[in-house]
């Protein structure tokens, strides 16, 4: 089951801090975070496991709260080459099948 | 840095015809993926496989859908008799840990168009 992300898009100013949501219904063992920018392939930026573990890049910051099953991405300080479509994606203890919400679209305005 | 690689980058093709989109996973990787994409929408799981098999598929991927791992470094997907709808971006993708626990690699996806 598809997850849900929230807001659809934001638009920010350069410099911005912007919060990404992701929720499901059903119970998680892991959140993934992933960025498109237009015309290219998806790109990971993070990785939220149960008992809470977290890979990813440096720069990035997220939350995963297992007991609402939620996550949220955090962006801070926002540039322009932040733009693209973030998408969560949620795989379940034993599935191999990692599925993603419908993303949210960000644009940083300088 | 190692990288998924997929051909064609580009295919047009006419209704009810078979499409093959090729895949080279990054070597060591033993988990691999299908993704749809429409224009403009969201990502779409097809299949994940491992170990030479299915792990996962979802309701998308129906009779029309194979894929195959014929050799020890490619992994395709067929569509047999290709409908309007099929019309979408494909992106491959590869893991070393598998979805639970580990970064997914995509390829830079095949553009499929069927007329």
């Known amino acids: 089951q598809q997850p849900v992300q929230s807001p659809q898009a934001v638009i920010l100013r350069e410099g911005e801090d912007a919060v990404i949501n992701c929720s499901s219904s059903k119970a998680l063992y892991s959140v993934h975070w992933y960025r498109q920018k237009h015309g290219e392939a998806p790109v990971f930026l993070m990785i939220l496991l149960k008992g809470g573990e977290q890979k990813g890049h440096e720069k990035i910051s997220a939350s995963f709260n297992e007991k609402k099953q939620q996550s949220s991405l955090y962006l801070t300080a926002s540039q322009l080459s932040y733009s693209g479509t973030y998408f969560c994606g949620t795989d379940s203890e034993y599935g191999n099948k990692l599925v993603f919400g419908a993303g949210t679209i960000l644009r940083v305005k300088s | 840095e190692p990288e998924v690689t997929q051909t064609p980058s580009h295919q047009v093709t006419q209704m009810g015809q078979e499409v093959i989109l090729r895949c080279v996973p990054i070597s060591n990787h033993l988990y691999f993926y299908w993704y749809r994409q429409i224009l403009g929408q969201k990502v779409e799981f097809l299949v994940s496989?491992?170990?030479?098999?299915?792990?996962?598929k979802s309701e998308i991927f129906d009779d029309q859908f194979s894929v195959e791992r014929p050799d020890g470094s490619n992994f395709t997907l067929k569509i047999r008799s290709t409908k309007l709808e099929d019309s979408a971006m494909y992106f491959c993708?590869?893991?070393?840990?598998?979805?639970?626990?580990?970064?997914?690699?995509f390829g830079e996806g095949s553009r499929l168009t069927v007329l």
């Open positions: 993708a590869s893991s070393d840990q598998g979805a639970r626990t580990g970064e997914l690699f």
């Open positions: 496989f491992y170990n030479n098999e299915i792990s996962e």
